[in-house]
């Protein structure tokens, strides 16, 4: 169970919020939807992203490319190194998206908050 400085627990959505802001203060949504999509759908295109994120594909591309590591062909800034596009073998100009070993532990991380769930409502 995660707790706040003053010793209160908090549930763990508030404590994976916590602990991504301060990993990437400056993390936006549309990065962290198109990180967790990725996570859950490995191998995911931008296009395929786009559609479960319900947003243009001009937004989950420039999301995803948030995440890529610094150098890496079409990053854009901040570079966070949670996500790499490849080429899955088959199709030569198709670019699919996978987690990094950076975004894997943050992933394991996640999951370590989310098993130590809490309720949000709490019974009276």
């Not at 479960?52 to 990053?75: H, I, K, V």
């Amino acid at each position: 169970m995660s707790m706040t400085e003053d010793g209160r627990r908090r549930n763990s959505v508030l404590a994976c919020l916590v602990m991504i802001r301060k990993q990437a203060p400056n993390v936006t949504v549309s990065e962290l939807l198109a990180f967790l999509y990725v996570a859950e759908n490995p191998g995911i295109r931008v296009k395929e992203l786009a559609i479960l994120m319900d947003t243009t594909n001009a937004t989950a591309s420039r999301a995803s490319r948030a995440l890529l590591t610094p150098g890496d062909s079409g990053a854009l800034p901040p570079g966070r190194g949670w996500l790499l596009m490849a080429s899955n073998g088959r199709e030569a100009t198709s670019r699919h998206l996978y987690a990094t070993d950076a975004g894997r532990a943050l992933l394991t991380r996640l999951d370590d908050l989310i098993r130590a769930a809490r309720p949000i409502l709490q019974p009276s």
